[in-house]
């Protein structure tokens, strides 16, 4: 990333929401119109409405020089049967956090922004005493791969999460475990 104002990454305000959802629209027109790697669909997922239901449960903005230019969502719901997949560590749901809906602006994409939405997730479940992340992928969404695998995710299998998409039938899954002593700051 070159050196701009820092990123801030915070919860979504209320007054936001519609601000969000346009962004996320524009970050799905910008994969319709080139790779949809993820097969989201315009103006439905993500969307305003996506944003509106998830603001008060975990939906993140992420904020550099005034102007929003990422988004996801953290929360404890997996929103499918994730309890199919062969995780290396039996946990029930509450223990760990799901992510959800990342998303980078088209005009930032390459610039590691994806990298440090990441590494603020682990630092987030870290010091709110979680034990993993997990999240799910498309097969076939290779950028999404990558990112997580270099940010010390580990492939857990391709799952039939039983959401019902047909041109979705199978995700690939995603943990990190977390170890919250590599996040501590070294005065405490």
Known sequence: MSEQTKLEIRPCRLSE????GE???????????????????YKSYPSVEYVRQMVSDGQFVCERDG???????????????YERADWSVDLPRGE?????ALAVAPHCRGQGLGRQIVEFCKRFAASHGYKAIR???VPTHLPAKRLYESCGFVY?????LLRGFKDIPLFSMYEYNVDPARFRRPCE
Do not use: M, S
């Open 156 to 160: 857990r299998g391709d799952v039939d």
């Open 17 to 20: 929401v519609a601000q969000v």
């Open 135 to 137: 999240l799910d992928i």
């Open 23 to 41: 962004f996320y629209d524009n970050v799905v027109w910008d994969l319709v119109q080139h790779t949809n790697w993820p097969k989201w669909t």
């Open 96 to 100: 760990y956090l799901v992510c959800h």
């Open 67 to 81: 102007e929003i230019v990422g988004a996801f969502v953290l929360n404890e719901d997996p929103q499918g049967a």
